[in-house]
């Protein structure tokens, strides 16, 4: 039987939806079974390159699994897509509603589909509108970024469709999406039998707002939104807009499209500071290069906790290589929401070095691939065979003989070798893999292939990552430990000390009159993390707390500050680590919250209202890096690890709950 991943009904083997909630069902992999992702030109599993007629067959919008909405209601910062058809009444008065209900139920495959590609929810579809959310039930830490690719994607797909709808019809069909980022409570909400999963709260009242105040095929993001992902689109200004409602206008922004150069969302936009307390990390990775331009190949991982500074040392490293001019440098970039597109991280690579986005046509991706790809010296033969896989990984392959399952997979390691091999000939090659704990099994398998590169040409493979031993990237680790050990230096970052971040501070805001208890504040809720550092200090500059002052080269405290909250993009990368967890574990991380950062197994015993193996949890809390055990004697102690996770964890809990 084939289990529906939204509400788990059992199904016939065949069905393409679900009996009872109406939900596509995805299709399988033909050569080894695996169930396939909506989009899946390759099978996860094995690799196998799908025909357009099975990715085809896979059901137009799938629900990922995942695990089901929690029970209780919970405070959560989320973002919020509402998506609905312009001008909707008129063309249902000009259609039989057999023929709407027709229109509607086909246009949804459009606008759910990307929803469900970054892992959004579908809350509620309301006859011509869909209601997504972004960050619940389970939070990513970059949902906002998700929700703009998503609202992108909804109005380009859609072009499709009312080019068909005009042709067929003579009627224009448009959408409109609104999205906003806030906090609001989520949950099972309702009276008796009549409940839903749904969210409450003025947020997702500013996103339907939005929506319903945006152009036709427009994307509009409120200010919430627009601050969370401003380095990666491009935008318009739309001012100052008057909501229906709302006391004050609300700023508004129309998304245009993804930059050509994204920027990166982490540090303080006008706040520049120096590498502050890596100068051993940097010295490592200087010799690194030097062997490098010797001629020897290298390994180097870079291993720490999110925030610690992985990305950036490798721009430090990247601004010194370029100024040499002496070494190629290629890059990628894991994308959290791409952990189960195979090859994703060399997709994004060659996209990269032939200079083509995946939008483009896929007369432009061939060309490019001859042009920008192949080193000029590729042997005829050699080069036909190289454009043929490069294709096919591409997903731009002529209607020749397709390459399909381990055939492929045997020709795109071989071509994948050769090719970097040559262009390590013509000069050194720093191959960087950046957030490579987001890598996919397929991209993770090739990458350890490619080491072999490491004994016979000038390349150098940095890889940086967080240290999840359960993921591609520690079996990445662990094989060149173990089958390179001569070629492998490990990096692993610790904390700033507290003489480093108070550096940090002082480098961001040269405020020499900045009140010592802000101080202590700001560095008390940091821990050490350099990002945690600067997303601390942006609240407070956000927040209006401190300000420039006249001459505009200083920071100067304006308004006085007795606490500071979390802000919302560290409240989204806890959030994420505390949805890993099955929802006993959740339900108990929550409960030991309300103690404070440190608690007794005595008092939470006690505190739990159900019966629940509390040994067990709390091993799986400790396994999962979020708490440790303080002490045995006089009695069993636990703390958490971050005391930003133990806040996190207090303020997803209801307050009346928190009351009890």
């Known amino acids: 039987m084939l289990s529906c991943p939204r509400c788990r009904a059992a199904n ?122 972004f960050g619940a039930p389970v939070a990513h830490e970059d949902d906002p970024q998700r929700a703009v690719r998503a609202g992108l994607e909804i109005v380009e797909g859609v072009q499709s469709f009312a080019r068909r709808f ?131 190949g290298q390994i180097v991982s870079v291993v720490g906790e999110a925030g610690l500074g992985k990305s950036r040392l490798i721009d430090e490293l990247r601004s010194e290589c370029a100024r040499a001019g002496d070494l190629q440098w290629r890059e990628s970039r894991g994308l959290s929401y791409a952990t189960s597109r195979p090859y994703a991280a060399f997709l994004d690579l060659i996209r990269h070095m032939c200079g083509v986005r995946e939008s ?85 398998e090739l990458l350890v292939h490619l080491f072999r590169l490491t004994d016979r040409a000038g390349i150098l493979f940095l890889c940086a990552f967080r240290p999840d031993r359960h993921g591609p990237a520690w079996r990445v680790k662990q094989a060149a430990e173990v089958d390179y050990p001569h070629r492998y230096t490990e990096v692993v970052l610790e904390p700033l000390t507290a003489e480093q971040s108070n550096s940090l501070v002082n480098h961001l805001l040269a405020v020499a009159d900045l009140p010592d208890r802000l101080r202590q504040m700001v560095l008390a809720k940091a821990e050490g993390n350099p990002f945690y550092v600067e997303e601390v200090v942006r609240a407070l500059v956000e927040g209006g707390a401190l300000a420039r002052d006249a001459s505009g080269t200083r920071w100067q405290m304006v308004l006085p500050v007795d606490e500071i909250s979390i802000p919302d993009s560290l409240q989204a990368l806890l959030t994420a680590r505390v949805d890993r967890l099955d929802e006993v574990a959740r339900h108990v991380l929550q409960f030991a919250s309300v103690a404070g950062r440190s608690f007794y197994y005595r008092v939470l015993e006690l505190a739990l209202e159900r019966e629940i193996d509390l040994d067990e949890q709390l091993r799986v809390l400790q396994r999962s890096g979020l708490i440790l055990e303080a002490a045995r004697v006089p009695e069993l102690e636990y703390t958490f690890r971050h005391a930003l996770t133990q806040e996190a964890a207090y303020r997803s809990i209801l307050r009346r709950r928190r009351r009890e």
Request: proline share 8%; with cysteine.
């Open 360 to 444: 483009d046509s896929p007369e432009l991706v061939r060309e490019r691939i001859g042009c920008n790809c192949l080193h000029e010296g590729t042997p005829p033969e050699e080069c036909e065979r190289a454009r043929r896989v490069l294709e096919v990984l591409l997903g731009v392959e002529s209607n020749g003989g397709r390459l399909e399952g381990e055939a492929f997979k045997r020709e795109l390691f071989q071509v994948m070798l050769d090719t970097w091999q040559r262009w390590a000939a013509v000069q050194p090659v720093v191959l960087v893999l950046d957030d490579l704990h987001w890598a996919d099994p397929a991209s993770a």
């Open 166 to 296: 005009r042709e067929q019809r003579g009627l224009d069909f448009s959408v409109r999406v609104g999205i906003n980022t806030g906090l609001v409570v989520v949950g099972q909400i309702g009276y008796d039998k009549q409940v839903e999963y749904t969210a409450m709260g003025d947020a997702i009242n500013v996103a339907a707002r939005m929506e319903q105040t945006a152009e036709p095929d427009t994307v509009r993001i409120s200010e919430h939104t627009y601050r969370l992902v401003a380095p990666l689109f491009d935008v318009e200004p739309l001012g100052r807009v008057g909501l229906r409602g709302k006391s004050e206008p609300v700023a508004a922004y129309r998304v245009v499209g993804l930059k050509a150069r994204p920027g990166r969302l982490r540090g303080i936009e006008g706040l520049e500071t120096p590498l502050v307390g890596r100068q051993a990390e940097m010295a490592i990775l200087r010799n690194a290069v030097a062997d490098l331009r010797r001629g020897r």
């Open 12 to 133: 016939p083997p065949d069905a393409r939806f679900c009996a009872r909630c109406g939900t596509g069902l995805a299709g399988t992999c033909p050569n080894c079974g695996a169930v396939l992702q909506p989009d899946a030109r390759f099978c996860h599993n094995c690799g196998q390159a799908l025909p357009a007629a099975s990715a085809a067959s896979a059901a137009p919008a799938p629900a990922p699994p995942g695990p089901s909405p929690p029970p209780e209601a919970q405070r959560r910062i989320i973002t919020m897509l509402f998506c609905d058809v312009q001008d909707s009444t008129s063309l249902a008065e000009r259609l039989d509603p057999e023929e709407w209900a027709e229109v509607m139920n086909n246009a949804f495959a459009y606008l759910i589909r990307p929803i469900y590609r970054y892992e959004g929810t579908v809350a509620r579809l309301m006859g011509d509108a869909v209601l997504a959310f």
